[in-house]
């Protein structure tokens, strides 16, 4: 199919749902696009990006826990990022946004006009065929996290991380400089790491692999995992997972092989 014969993919995102009703309704109108799909968050976004390929996301900006620039960041790094166009209500965050790579800054209320024109910028970005799954490159993408603190961002990498503790809506992952908070569900994290050597050890837990460094049971708590981070349980249901995962590892490194299930990267 040619440039000019295709219909766009579109996924948008927002945190307030009548507004992103509003986006999703004059995008379906748009003749350029062919099917819009809805995110209430930016966690929300990335699952959807995991498994699913978009032409271009429409973007909030100001929402909760991961905003739509650290997610624009994100999405950068992929091999074949969607095309990002961003639809908020304020115009400060314009240079920032044009500097991560969007094709447009759409103020809200929008018009149908405008928006028009937004697609005509997205529709001259494709390629001529749409790119490949990119939930590999979404993984890698995600390998480091943005933790917010005293007004300033700064990124955690997974590398660092020896163990996950669930905390409500949040994570804490446990590092040699300290825990940091991160709002994502430990379920999430689990899909962006397990394949990273990230194991469940424990419905509240999630632990590096090659950070255990032996199985320990008393009697009062059962059977834990000991890291140089700390001690984290382990549940029966896990538990024989993780030694058959630790004794993979184990013979995996004997024969030369990496450390690391998975290959942490």
């Known amino acids: 199919m040619s440039r000019t014969e295709r219909r766009l ?10 507004a992103l009703d ?41 929402m909760s826990g991961l905003d739509g620039l650290e997610l624009a960041n994100l999405l950068a790094r992929l091999s074949e990022p969607p095309v990002i166009v961003f639809v908020t209500a304020h115009d ?19 018009r149908v006009e405008r928006l028009s024109m937004a697609l005509s910028k997205v529709m001259r970005m494709l390629p001529e065929a749409a790119p490949a799954a990119v939930s590999q490159d979404l993984a890698d993408a995600m390998a480091a996290l943005p933790v917010e603190s005293a007004g ?27 825990a940091h908070l991160v709002r994502m569900s430990l379920s999430r994290l689990e899909e962006y790491w397990g394949s990273a050597g990230f194991v469940r050890t424990h419905r509240g837990y999630l632990v590096a692999l090659d950070a255990i460094r032996e199985l320990r049971t008393d009697s009062a708590s059962g ?13 029966r249901r896990h538990a024989r997972d993780l030694r058959e995962r630790l004794l993979s590892a184990a013979r995996r490194s004997a024969s030369g092989g990496h450390g690391r299930s998975g290959g942490r990267r």
């Open 9 to 18: 993919r579109v996924l948008a995102v927002d945190d307030v749902p009548s």
């Open 152 to 178: 300033r961002t700064r990124y955690v990498h997974r590398d660092d991380v020896g163990f996950v503790e669930a905390q409500g809506d949040y994570v804490r992952l446990h590092t040699a400089s300290g």
């Open 223 to 235: 059977l834990r995992a000991h890291t140089d981070l700390g001690d984290v349980p382990v549940s």
């Open 92 to 110: 400060s965050h314009a240079a920032t946004a044009y500097g991560i790579g969007a094709v447009d800054y759409v103020l809200k209320p929008v």
């Open 22 to 62: 509003d986006l999703a309704r004059l995008l379906r109108e748009a003749p350029e696009v062919a099917e819009v799909a809805l995110a209430g968050d930016s966690l929300a976004a990335l699952k959807r990006l995991q498994g699913e390929h978009f032409d271009a996301v429409f973007l909030d900006i100001s």
